[in-house]
């Protein structure tokens, strides 16, 4: 099993820009022995499902829009209502507009994730997980940066071009620093 796994990983790890498969078996090794009822097929979804939700938050920050919009639906159902945004099903191209709008140029951005939980039925996925999100202006007065901690819930379906997220909520444990950081959009 262990040989069909990093064969199939070494494909992943292609894809997916270097993971060492090393620390992927090992990964492999540790959920397997945690359930016997755990699948290859069923750890192989949980690996590309966990590398699509990274791919999302270093796409954010390096700001290419192109490539976060390739990770989503069509569709995306949002929920920021914790950070004072909506709740609602919009096209994902909506969602990438209004970050590149909000993550302009010179605002500097840094996404963490982490403890991913990650549930898999089917074609479905399901992952709950820490994040935190820091944003900093280029600014001289006042403090500039914000900051948040909370937890996602993301949901992905599998697509005849991989694994795309179609939900995509945040709930904001604690949020602090200047607001500004976080809305300003400067008059261009």
Same mark, same amino acid.
């Given at each position: 099993?262990?040989? &069909?796994? #990093? ?13 060492? &498969? ?6 492999? +090794? ?5 359930? /016997? ?26 700001? +290419? ?12 159902? &949002?929920?920021?209502?914790?950070? @004072? @945004? @909506?709740?609602?099903?919009?096209? /994902? ?7 590149? #709008?909000?993550? *302009?140029?010179?605002?500097? /951005?840094?996404?963490? !994730? ?5 549930? &898999?039925?089917?074609? =479905?996925?399901?992952? *709950?997980?820490?994040? *935190?999100?820091y944003n900093?202006?280029?600014? !001289?007065?006042? /403090? ?7 937890? *996602? =819930? ?7 071009? @991989? ?7 945040y709930f ?10 976080? +809305? ?5």
């Open positions: 099993m262990k040989k &069909i796994v #990093k064969a199939t990983l070494q494909i992943l790890t292609f894809g997916f820009g270097g993971v060492m &498969i090393s620390l992927i078996i090992s990964q492999f +090794d540790a959920i397997a022995q945690t359930s /016997s009822a755990m699948t290859t097929s069923m750890v192989i979804a949980q690996l590309e499902t966990k590398a699509v939700i990274d791919e999302l938050f270093v796409a954010l920050d390096r700001k +290419d829009w192109g490539r976060t919009k390739s990770l989503f639906a069509t569709n995306i159902a &949002i929920d920021f209502t914790s950070l @004072g @945004g @909506g709740k609602a099903t919009i096209p /994902s191209s909506d969602l990438v507009a209004a970050w590149t #709008k909000n993550l *302009y140029a010179d605002k500097q /951005s840094l996404h963490m !994730t982490s403890n991913h939980q990650i549930q &898999i039925t089917g074609n =479905r996925a399901e992952a *709950y997980l820490h994040g *935190y999100a900093k202006l280029i600014s !001289t007065t006042g /403090s500039d940066v914000w900051q948040t901690w909370g937890t *996602y =819930r993301i949901n992905l379906e599998r697509t005849t071009q @991989g694994w795309k997220i179609n939900t995509l909520e904001a444990k604690r949020n602090e620093g200047n607001e500004r950081a976080r +809305d300003f959009v400067p008059n261009n």
